[in-house]
């Protein structure tokens, strides 16, 4: 799925998405497997994981594969710069590619793939075409982190939309409907906004009544948990290890959010 307009809006949409939690699960992945120092984030949308990892000191890769995203990231990262926020050597390089097939001019110390990127990949052989790059992009030892929405996460998705936001300058309508044979389930958003994509702002009051209006469908297909770890050690990856919703143990039945931990065997 490659964002177009919506980018413009994703920031403002997701802002109470778990980002610290996310990157708290990092620091736990670092603490027990070892502190990394250059790091690709797959699927980095608008670099709210890749920013802050760089500000920490770390040499991050952000790719993504929808070029609006990348261009709001950009933006923020100029923003970061200006404010002299990046410390000692962090930095951040965006490229546009597809989390299937990328390419680095180096192997790094860890790959990561949060918020349930794994999750728009809607064949098995996608998934196993984004395992083996992944593999073949870290050094020997790396770790390649990644999150995904369990089957039970769609399902409940499915049982409680619609969902609803309405505030005075945006409002959306987002309903799923839910392919049970395929674990499948697509999301359709109306999105009304007074705000410019292009402005970033939260204040419309020029533009009086008039909303703009924007059509999103977004696809995500989740795989069984036992079936992602055989495809990880089917790629080289062993010391595989899967937790569930942001706490460091395994995940249960009841997991919804599941973080997948392996690790390449060194030389």
């Given at each position: ?253 009841t997991t919804q959010r599941a973080f997948f931990v392996a690790r390449k065997p060194l030389d």
């Open positions: 799925m490659a964002y177009n307009q919506f980018a413009y809006y994703y920031d403002r949409l997701m802002e109470d998405m778990p980002y610290a939690e996310w990157l708290e699960f990092l620091q736990k992945c670092w603490k027990q497997y070892g502190l990394p120092q250059t790091i690709a984030d797959l699927g980095c949308g608008t670099g709210s994981i890749a920013l802050p990892l760089a500000q920490q000191g770390y040499e991050v890769f952000g790719i993504d594969l929808s070029e609006d995203m990348l261009a709001v990231a950009q933006q923020k990262a100029q923003e970061a710069e200006s404010q002299h926020l990046f410390q000692g050597k962090g930095r951040v390089t965006w490229l546009q590619q597809d989390l299937r097939d990328w390419s680095l001019p180096i192997q790094v110390d860890a790959v990561i793939s949060l918020c349930d990127c794994v999750n728009y990949l809607l064949e098995q052989e996608d998934v196993q075409q984004a395992f083996m790059q992944a593999f073949e992009g870290l050094k020997a030892g790396g770790i390649f982190v990644f999150d995904v929405h369990t089957p039970l996460q769609l399902q409940s998705y499915a049982e409680e939309q619609p969902f609803f936001l309405n505030e005075d300058d945006i409002a959306y309508i987002w309903t799923s409907e839910l392919d049970e044979e395929r674990c499948e389930i697509e999301h359709a958003l109306t999105i009304f906004s007074q705000v410019p994509p292009s402005s970033g702002g939260k204040s419309g009051s020029e533009h009086g009544n008039h909303f703009l209006r924007l059509e999103e469908y977004h696809v995500q297909r989740a795989y069984s948990l036992s079936w992602l770890k055989q495809q990880l050690m089917a790629v080289g990856f062993n010391d595989v290890a899967c937790y569930g919703d942001f706490v460091w143990k395994p995940a249960t039945d």
